[in-house]
């Protein structure tokens, strides 16, 4: 049973159809810097799933740091993904809220036991994410963080 | 021309079809604390508009306050609103971000000339709350809270 108590939100995330544009609007606007656009990496890094196989999905990233939380905006550029479903079901929009957790196992299992199971996983340098399924329940995807200690 | 800065996002805002459940689930799964369910004052406090016209729009409200940002739970309860559009076209999902500012008309003005208008204002005790079509630019909708000064 996991005992996590989740006191932050690390993160906020909209998926969009074009990175480029959103990130000028989101500058411009909000009277923010423009930070570079990085892309996940080939599924020998990601080992990603979603929905329980394996998937070449990748994404553009982008990051605004606010001073109490970090603004992502991801688009998707292929494979199946919790990002392009998004889009394809409901358009552009906020997809979910993330938070960092250390007892990422105990955290899955609390999780599953209320029948929120996982949707899509994946590595990247330094942690893993997974997005559950939770719109039912919660309303919304939740993401978890977890960095791999050094 | 607004000169307002976005240094820190106030709110986050899911829109639910049963905001009871929600507020259980949300406090059960991340252990945290319930708050009290309130509701939207009527026209004659809120003097609220939707795409221009008044409107009745009701809603129930409960806030779950993190260290960094609050999370806000609303379930709308009649008449036209924003938050009824989103349940209608979405479904239950993230429909905002919120920000404090200082300068509204200046800020308004601003997202004005950018194409970005007003889709619902209202009043509240000690405020108004206005949110703006950004969709098409930001990828999802902006809430501007203002308060009024002592």
Not at 2 to 23: H, L, S, T
Not at 76 to 99: R, V
Not at 106 to 113: A, D, I, Y
Request: contains cysteine.
């Amino acid at each position: 049973m996991a005992d996590e108590k989740f006191k932050r939100v690390a993160q906020i995330c909209i998926v969009v159809r074009d990175i480029e544009k959103a990130r000028s609007e989101w500058a411009k606007l909000l009277g923010v810097k423009e930070n570079p656009i990085s892309e996940t990496e080939g599924y020998e890094v990601t080992h990603a799933t979603f929905k329980g196989k394996p998937t070449k999905a990748r994404a553009k990233l982008t990051f605004f740091p606010f001073e109490n939380i970090v603004l992502e905006i991801i688009e998707p550029i292929g494979g199946p993904s919790t990002w392009q479903q998004f889009l394809d079901e409901k358009g552009e929009g906020l997809h979910h809220i993330a938070f960092q957790v250390e007892d990422l196992d105990g955290t899955l299992e609390k999780f599953g036991k209320e029948g929120i199971d996982v949707e899509q996983k994946g590595d990247y340098r330094g942690g893993c994410y997974t997005y559950v399924d939770s719109k039912a329940k919660l309303g919304c995807i939740i993401e978890l963080l977890h960095s791999y200690k050094e």
